[in-house]
């Protein structure tokens, strides 16, 4: 074999290494996809609101909680569960503890006299329930109504 025969074999060797590299990379990429979801409670029922605790924990196993984000937004009725005092509070901990985002309408609390004191000190907020909804959905969040 001659010297440029040798340069051209090791030039192809190399390029098929970076291409299968490149090809693993892919496949791990695919598998590990981000998953978003956000999840709708506007029940008031603590069978509703395990059911979503549920869904979301369940997600959470099924393709690693590091591979998908989980936000639950409470409005209406809904968002007497995410008082301090509420009937579903330590699985309200263990949600946030895992990484999930439960958050309160504050539209809804100003309409139900509620203020932050009032509730789990877990929970976050937002403007409006509806509203944050539609913005995820408009980014590519899947939508989970239990």
Known sequence: MNRRSFIQAGALAASATLLIAANAQTTVAATQ???KIVIQVSDADPAKWNLALNNARNLQD?????????????YGPGIGMLKFDAPVASRISDASKAGVKVLACENTMRGQKLTKD????AVGYVPAGVTEIMKKQSEGWAYLRP
């Open 33 to 35: 996809k981000r998953h």
């Open 62 to 74: 099924d393709v690693g909680a590091a591979h998908v984000d989980v936000e639950i937004v409470a």
């Open 118 to 121: 009032d509730m789990h000190a």
